[in-house]
């Protein structure tokens, strides 16, 4: 079971940025997806941003051109850079990893079944 401790999120005013910061335990499976997923008051999780083994990068439409998802494999964190915050960016914010899905190459999508949680870090974006 890989431990995941999110960090960073805070209130802030539209348009401005916020980076959240994910601690893991040692990953020990070399074909690891990590990612972001959020959850906005009243509606279902979604996939924000995934990072592939091999560091290739997936975003959610919304947030494509304004967040960046990247890791730290020597100290063992995931990051999500967020700039141009908009209040439909509010949310909770979760870390995710689970074993990378062959589809004849090593595939982290947006939309599929995470295995392990972190336990959020709110995140709100006010107009």
């Known amino acids: 079971q890989v431990q995941l401790t999110e960090s960073g999120g805070d209130s802030v005013q539209a348009g401005g940025s916020l980076r959240l910061s994910c601690a893991h335990s040692k990953l020990t499976y070399r074909q690891t997806c990590m990612g972001w997923f959020r959850q906005a008051p009243g509606k279902q999780r979604e996939g924000v941003a995934t990072?592939?083994?091999?560091?290739?990068?997936n975003y959610v439409d919304s947030v494509k051109g304004r967040f960046t998802i990247s890791k730290d494999n020597d100290s063992d964190t995931l990051y999500l850079q967020m700039n141009s915050l908009k209040p439909e960016d509010t949310g909770v914010y979760y870390c995710?990893?689970?074993?990378?899905?062959?589809?004849?190459?090593?595939?982290?999508?947006?939309?599929?079944?995470?295995?392990?949680w972190g336990q959020g870090t709110q995140v709100t974006v006010s107009s």
């Open positions: 995710v990893t689970s074993d990378a899905w062959y589809r004849g190459t090593w595939l982290c999508p947006l939309q599929a079944p995470y295995k392990n």
């Open positions: 990072i592939e083994p091999d560091g290739d990068t």
